[in-house]
């Protein structure tokens, strides 16, 4: 059965980091792109940032854009999301997910609060 186990969530400061894990099996990781989305309460599920199956393809949302870092490791099928300088309104379910075939991972919690 496909698996997408994440990891590194919990509890952060505002102007603090994170780095959530992403560990895939049951299908071929490294001929996926991958990415990693995220949902608050009461919001729509939105794209955080992907990345193609080499790595040299990389897209972030807006909001994101200079603090957050996708990337990946396909010897270990892993994809990985460094989250910097983290704000109040990053905090959100954050789900791992394969571009195509549509697999999700189950998600994991991120707040950020002082």
């Known amino acids: 059965q496909v698996q997408l186990v994440e990891s590194g969530g919990g509890l952060v400061q505002p102007g603090g980091s994170l780095r959530l894990s992403c560990i895939g099996s049951?299908?071929?990781?490294?001929?996926?792109?991958m990415s990693w989305y995220r949902q608050a309460p009461g919001k729509e599920r939105d794209l955080v940032a992907s990345?193609?199956?080499?790595?040299?393809?990389?897209n972030y949302a807006d909001s994101v854009k200079g603090r957050f870092t996708i990337s990946r490791d396909n010897a270990k099928n892993t994809v990985y999301l460094q989250m910097n300088s983290l704000k109040p309104e990053d905090t959100a379910v954050y789900y791992c997910?394969?571009?195509?075939?549509?697999?999700w991972g189950q998600g994991i919690q991120v707040t950020v609060s002082a």
């Open positions: 997910k394969v571009v195509y075939p549509e697999y």
């Open positions: 049951g299908f071929t990781f490294s001929s996926s792109a």
């Open positions: 990345i193609s199956m080499n790595g040299l393809r990389i």
